[in-house]
């Protein structure tokens, strides 16, 4: 494993982009990356943000550190395949088009999803807000905790949208609580299931 120089102390925000490959983001002891089979790699830190982009291959790992909280995390991918432990942070922004992005539980004051084609498996906690956009694909998010504590904003076109496994109407507004979610689906599927809170 190749170790991120300067580790932890240089790096607090993460700037990631995957495309054409299979890629996996876990939990270690030091901040690192394993890329066996990448036909392209940009990874290096400026100014605390970890840089990474690579193109192909297969078996590509990021390693984060037990206990590691970023300030900001943006991940993008293009036809690839992403996994994601579970992460902490203020603000997370996943932006997807095609292949697929499979996520531990991610807390984050605030959480932004884009799917454009693909599929996506979130889940979250957020903390204050989170918009989700669903474009041609397929899109899952359990949020952990109760209905009741958000208010959803939902609005679609020719695809459909459930929460809590009912379809809602072309615009709709659900809930009076404090924690905002808006939710759009233009021609795919998006689905916001509620866990309860976790343990």
């Not at 996996?24 to 100014?47: A, H, K, Y």
């Not at 694909?137 to 109760?146: C, E, K």
């Amino acid at each position: 494993m190749d170790k991120v120089c300067g580790g932890t102390r240089r790096v607090s925000c993460l700037d990631f982009v995957f495309k054409n490959g299979s890629f996996e983001i876990r939990r270690g002891s030091v901040l690192g990356t394993e890329f066996p089979g990448t036909d392209e790699l940009l990874n290096f830190v400026r100014c605390g943000v970890w840089y990474v982009r690579a193109c192909g291959g297969a078996g590509n790992v990021i390693v984060l550190p037990r206990g590691f909280e970023a300030a900001a995390v943006n991940i993008k991918t293009e036809d690839a395949y992403v996994k994601l432990c579970p992460l902490d942070a203020l603000d997370v922004s996943f932006k997807i088009s095609g292949g697929m992005l499979k996520t531990g539980v991610v807390k984050a004051r605030s959480i932004y999803a884009d799917l454009g084609r693909g599929t996506a498996d979130i889940t979250v906690q957020p903390e204050l807000s989170s918009f989700f956009e669903c474009g041609m694909g397929d899109m899952h998010v359990r949020l952990l905790g109760n209905k009741e504590d958000h208010r959803i904003r939902s609005e679609h076109g020719v695809g459909e949208l459930f929460i809590d496994g009912e379809k809602t109407g072309r615009k709709a507004i659900n809930g009076i609580g404090s924690k905002e979610i808006f939710a759009r689906c233009g021609m795919g599927v998006l689905r916001l299931d509620f866990a309860g809170m976790e343990r």
